[in-house]
């Protein structure tokens, strides 16, 4: 019923920008925390970007200084603003979300199938 759905990742040489973003569908009450998160193969997830409710935001190490997280509320979507890519922000991109469904009380977490980013050099 509730579904995340992650667009925007690309082929793409060193340097270039990309922006991904992350659409909660479905019966959504309440939409708190989100994040993105970077997956590739042989290594452990990684955090990307956080962002709460209120629009406080964390970054993962790596891309501090190089993108940017930003949300609309209304529109129920996110979106990762990522300059200057290197070859090492290669990965797949997956977005989770806490929502609160409507007429439920409990927020619960969403994970989309994630976009991917290939950075060339």
């Known amino acids: 019923q509730v579904s995340l759905m992650e667009s925007g990742g690309d082929l793409v040489q060193a340097g270039r920008s990309l922006r991904l973003s992350c659409a909660v569908l479905?019966?959504?009450?309440?939409?708190?925390?989100m994040a993105w998160y970077r997956q590739v193969p042989g290594k452990q997830r990684e955090l990307v970007a956080s962002?709460?409710?209120?629009?406080?935001?964390e970054y993962g190490d790596s891309v501090k200084g190089r993108f940017t997280c930003f949300r609309d509320n209304y529109k129920s979507t996110i979106y990762l603003q990522m300059y200057s890519l290197k070859p090492e922000d290669t990965g797949l991109y997956v977005c989770?979300?806490?929502?609160?469904?409507?007429?439920?009380?409990?927020?619960?977490?969403?994970w989309g199938q994630g976009t991917q980013v290939t950075v060339f050099a």
């Open positions: 989770n979300a806490f929502v609160r469904r409507e007429f439920t009380f409990s927020y619960v977490p969403f």
């Open positions: 962002i709460t409710e209120d629009g406080d935001i």
């Open positions: 479905g019966s959504v009450g309440d939409l708190g925390a």
